[in-house]
C-alpha cells in the first residue's frame, strides 16, 4: 500500500492457473470464473483526490515480453500546495516482474515528503530474498505487492511493500456489492475493507479489475477515481 497509503496522507489474478491457489472461492454475483488478465500495453489511470479535490495521478502499466513474463509498473505523484507553495508531496515508482503467474522480482523506490524507502526483491530457489528499508530478509515465495490492481489481493493475508519491503499483514473483509463511477459511467463493483495500519477501501468490477480505492488520513479523505475503462 501507498506507504500504508501515504503514510496517514504525509497517503489476478493474471497470467497462469498458478495464481488460481491465492484467489477467493467465487461468490454469486461478484467476479467471473475467469478473471481479468493483463495484456501487453493495458494501463490503469486513476486521478486522485483530497477532500474531493485534485491530489495527483496513480497509473499502472503493463508489458507482457514473448515469453510471457509480465511487467507492471507503478507511477504515482501526488502534491498538495498553498497557492505557490508546495506542502506535501509523494512519489513512488515500481516495477513488479511475474513469470509463470509468480511474483520473481520488484524494485521500488518512494518519495515520502522527503522520507525515502527503497525495496528490491529476488526470487531466489523457492523464496523472495528482500532487501528493503524497513524489511531485509525472505519474504515467501507466492507474496502478492501492495500495489492493489490484482484481485488476489482480496485473500491475501500479508503484503510486500512496493515501497519499503516491509510485510505488511492485512485482513480483508467483504463488504458486499456497490456503484462506483468510472468515466461517468456507473459501474456495478464488489467493495472489500482492506484491513490495516490504514483501512483501506476497494472496488473491483466483475472481472476483477481494480476500479475505485479510498481510504481517511488524518481527518481527510483521499479518492481514486479511474479515468476510463481498461
Known amino acids: 500500500m501507498i506507504r500504508y497509503v501515504l ?6 489474478l493474471v497470467l497462469a492457473p498458478a495464481w488460481a491457489d491465492n484467489m477467493p472461492a467465487p461468490t454469486s454475483g461478484t467476479v467471473t470464473e475467469s478473471p ?7 494501463r490503469i489511470a486513476f486521478d486522485v483526490l483530497r477532500k474531493g479535490k485534485p491530489f495527483g495521478t496513480h497509473t499502472v502499466s503493463f508489458a507482457v515480453d514473448p515469453d510471457g513474463t509480465l511487467k507492471a509498473t507503478t507511477d504515482v505523484r501526488l502534491k498538495a500546495g498553498l497557492g505557490p507553495i508546495t506542502v506535501f508531496h509523494y512519489e513512488l ?91 461517468g459511467q ?23 479489475r481494480w476500479v475505485k480505492l479510498a481510504f481517511v488520513a488524518r481527518d481527510q479523505q483521499i479518492e481514486y477515481v479511474l479515468t476510463q475503462p481498461y
Open 93 to 183: 515508482d515500481a516495477t513488479e516482474t511475474w513469470k509463470d503467474g509468480t511474483l520473481v522480482a520488484l524494485k521500488g523506490a518512494v518519495d515520502d515528503d522527503g522520507k525515502d524507502g527503497t525495496v528490491t526483491a529476488t526470487r531466489e530457489g523457492d523464496v523472495l530474498e528482500v532487501k528493503g528499508t524497513e524489511y531485509t530478509g525472505e519474504a515467501p515465495l507466492g507474496i502478492l505487492p501492495s500495489s492493489h490492481w490484482n484481485f488476489a489481493q482480496t485473500g491475501a493475508k500479508e503484503l510486500l511493500s512496493t515501497e519499503d519491503g516491509e510485510l505488511i499483514k492485512v485482513k480483508v473483509i467483504d463488504k458486499g456489492m456497490d456503484t462506483v463511477t468510472v468515466a
Open 36 to 42: 481479468w488478465k493483463p495484456r501487453d500495453g493495458d
Open 7 to 12: 503514510t496517514t496522507v504525509a497517503l489476478s
Open 186 to 208: 456507473p459501474v456495478e463493483a464488489h467493495h472489500y475493507l482492506m484491513d490495516s495500519a490504514i483501512d483501506v477501501d476497494l472496488w473491483y468490477d466483475d472481472q476483477g
